[in-house]
């Protein structure tokens, strides 16, 4: 196979790069505002308002029926995730094989991030019992958030070269979680500020207008990647004609028949689909094993969230640092390992004292946006050459679609243990398999087949 030299391609300028970076910024306010804090507790209150029960009851054992199917109020929330989930997985490769066969992939960009900013904007009309429309806009600005970060990572190769894309992607992520760090950090404030206690009817409507507020940030911030970032035709689009999305479906099938072209991508997939789906499960039962094992008060957790979201934004630009001088496959390799450290600590946390806890979650800061942004930028080097958006929808599949892996295992081994700290430390396995897989890939060779030149280190 021909080698492409990346390398030689015009690099682009500070400005555009700038662009690239704030679409993070931008979109990084809705997971970290609405999915990590505001929205799961905001839907399901307003659920169980529907179902009947009462505004701040301790239990609510109401059933809601959503389409004539009857659902218990506390799992409407969980479903809808799996929906979302299930979607994604139908909706992400398509919108990356359209964006591979259009020349212009920025109103792609926007069309996907303000109907997403749009759905999420609308939570202003979600009161009393609206949880069908609560629920009908989560899907829709979840799909879209997804095929926004779809577009968004297929203008990475184009904006450095192999040598350079590990820090242009580790400064994404670092910016992205201090944008969302900052609006989540003022919604906070806000809402200690002004919520009254036993006002349960004012706080639901403070996390209303916090959700609300991370969708007008995420439309407001898009408007800056739009104006600065270039188009790149790449040679899907110029081999295009008719119908864009009929081509799209027709090159999705063609690229999804000679995936076994490239083995070694797609070993490399499994490996990020494994360690990936140990991150993302720490991530979202971090809070249930703090409120339920360790006992500890939602301040202490959010201070903890805040943590994390700030010590990212260095994290990442340390991992990118690091693998500047070793390579982006050691330093993941590397990250893995603290991963397992913190897995190993969880287990042996004290009950009621938030400072190790704390502590803990400056661990997981520092290698939490590192690890994410340097898979990302290596993955960039195992892909064609016009085929970035088909291929990073499955990889934002392999980010989200498959995030039940960990969940299930670590409900199983609750089930079966009745032990929240057992759980915690059985994730290990995710880390340790992910983490030989990835050893286990001959990277060089690998970039090679894919047609692009190697970097320096790997």
């Known amino acids: 196979m021909a080698v492409i030299d990346t390398a030689a391609a015009p690099a682009a300028g500070h400005r555009e790069r700038t662009g690239w970076y704030f679409y993070d910024w931008a979109n990084s306010a809705f997971s970290t505002t609405v ?18 029960c009462a505004l701040g009851a301790d239990e609510c054992h109401g059933r809601v029926h959503p389409l004539g199917i009857t659902v218990a109020a506390g799992s409407y929330f969980p479903y809808l995730v799996s929906l979302s989930v299930l979607l994604t997985v139908v909706v992400l490769p398509i919108m990356g094989a359209v964006a591979d066969r259009s020349a212009r992939k920025k ?129 899907a689009s110029t081999a295009a004609g008719g119908n864009v999305l009929l081509d799209g479906f027709r090159q999705l099938g063609r690229t999804l028949r000679g995936l076994r072209a490239y083995p070694l991508t797609l070993f490399f997939l499994l490996a990020y689909l494994i360690y990936n789906d140990g991150i993302q499960t720490v991530i979202a039962l971090a809070s249930q094993y703090g409120t339920e094992e360790l006992k500890l008060q939602q301040g202490d957790l959010i201070i903890t969230i805040l943590l994390v979201q700030f010590l990212a934004f260095g994290g990442a630009l340390l991992l990118g640092a690091l693998a500047e001088r070793i390579g982006a496959r050691k330093t993941i390799l590397i990250s893995l390992a603290l991963w397992l450290g913190v897995m190993l600590a969880a287990y042996w946390l004290p009950a009621g004292e938030p400072l190790p ?73 995710f880390f340790v398999a992910g983490g030989i897989l990835l050893a286990m890939v001959p990277m060089r060779r690998a970039i090679q087949a894919a047609g692009n030149v190697p970097p320096r280190l790997i």
């Open 35 to 52: 999915i990590t804090v505001f929205l799961g507790p905001f839907l399901t209150t307003v659920t169980e308002q529907a179902a009947g």
């Open 107 to 235: 109103p792609l960009l926007a069309a996907a991030a303000f109907t997403g900013a749009a759905a999420t904007t609308g939570f202003a009309f979600v009161t009393g019992e609206r949880y069908l429309l609560g629920g009908l806009l989560f899907l829709i600005a979840n799909i879209a958030f997804g095929a926004s970060v779809v577009v968004y990572n297929s203008f990475l190769p184009h904006l450095a070269g192999p040598d350079d894309r590990d820090r242009v992607s580790s400064r994404g992520w670092a910016i992205g979680y201090l944008g969302g760090g900052l609006l989540l950090l003022a919604n906070l404030v806000v809402v200690q500020l002004l919520s009254r206690d036993g006002d349960h009817q004012r706080t639901l409507d403070l996390a209303r207008w916090c959700i609300v507020s991370a969708g007008v940030w995420w439309g407001l911030f898009t408007l800056l990647p739009l104006r600065w970032l270039r188009e790149h035709p790449g040679t």
């Open 357 to 429: 806890f704390m502590l803990l979650g400056i661990a997981i800061g520092l290698v939490l946006g590192g690890s994410q942004a340097l898979s990302r930028s290596l993955f960039s080097q195992l892909i064609p050459a016009g085929r970035e958006g088909e291929y990073y929808g499955f990889y934002e599949i392999s980010d989200k679609g498959t995030s039940w892996l960990g969940p299930l295992a670590f409900g199983l081994v609750y089930q079966l243990t009745n032990s929240y700290r057992i759980g915690i430390v059985s994730l290990i396995v």
